[in-house]
Nanobody
Framework: QVQLVESGGGLVQAGGSLRLSCAAS????????MGWFRQAPGKEREFVAG????????DYADSVKGRFTISRDNAKNTVSLQMNSLKPEDTAVYYC?????????????????WGQGTQVTVSS
């Protein structure tokens, strides 16, 4: 059974930092891209960051570029999202996802497996 389990969410003040982690089990994901998405109440799920299978190519939404960093450890089957300089508008449920191909895409339809999500709340 394939599972993606996120952790590391929580409540933080604006300007603070959080590190999200995603642990995969049931299969290895070293041959596919991984991504982070988020969904705020009343809004559609949006792409946050993606990383290629080998980890050398990353992509970020403009809203988080320069503040968030995605990384992966294929030996441990994990992917992380370091979030710095958090803003109240970053408040959302964050989801880890495993892609269908080697390179990250921004559409959620390009991702095959999803975690259950972890809540990130940034207070002003």
């Amino acid at each position: 059974q394939v599972q993606l389990v996120e952790s590391g969410g929580g409540l933080v003040q604006a300007g603070g930092s959080l590190r999200l982690s995603c642990a995969a089990s049931g299969r290895t994901f070293s041959s596919v891209a991984m991504g982070w998405f988020r969904q705020a109440p009343g809004k559609e799920r949006e792409f946050v960051a993606g990383i290629s299978a080998g980890g050398s190519i990353t992509d970020y939404a403009d809203s988080v570029k320069g503040r968030f960093t995605i990384s992966r450890d294929n030996a441990k089957n994990t992917v992380s999202l370091q979030m710095n300089s958090l803003k109240p508008e970053d408040t959302a449920v964050y989801y880890c996802a495993a892609g269908k191909a080697r390179y990250a895409r921004r559409s959620p339809y390009e991702y095959e497996y999803w975690g259950q999500g972890t809540q990130v709340t940034v207070s002003s």
